[in-house]
């Protein structure tokens, strides 16, 4: 049974920082890019992160860039996400999800998705 489970979620200030994970079972994470995309309240889908299957490839949206780092752990099986000076606007819920290739290609796994709120 494939499972992508986030975690890390939660009530932070704006400046602070949290650490998303998203640990992967039931498929061979260690073939397949991975990608990060959240949901604002209200809002539709927004990308917000590529990794490929290797981890030496970084892909981000241009809100984030240099500040949101992506990471992987093939060994772990494990998707992370270390998001530092978080703004109000990035309140959302956040999803870890496979993609078909090793560099790229459309979504495939998804997770149930972790509650990001940023608020004074």
């Known amino acids: 049974q494939v499972q992508l489970v986030e975690s890390g979620g939660g009530l932070v200030q704006p400046g602070g920082f949290l650490r998303l994970s998203c640990a992967a079972s039931g498929f061979t994470f260690s073939i397949y890019a991975m990608s990060w995309v959240r949901q604002a309240p209200g809002k539709g889908l927004e990308w917000v992160s590529d990794i490929n299957s290797g981890g030496g490839r970084t892909y981000y949206a241009d809100s984030v860039k240099g500040r949101i780092p992506i990471s992987r752990d093939n060994a772990k099986n494990t998707l992370y996400l270390q998001m530092n000076s978080l703004k109000p606007e990035e309140t959302a819920v956040y999803y870890c999800?496979?993609?078909?290739?090793?560099?790229?290609?459309?979504?495939?796994?998804w997770g149930q998705g972790t509650q990001v709120t940023v608020s004074p």
């Open positions: 999800a496979s993609r078909t290739g090793s560099n790229s290609g459309g979504y495939y796994y």
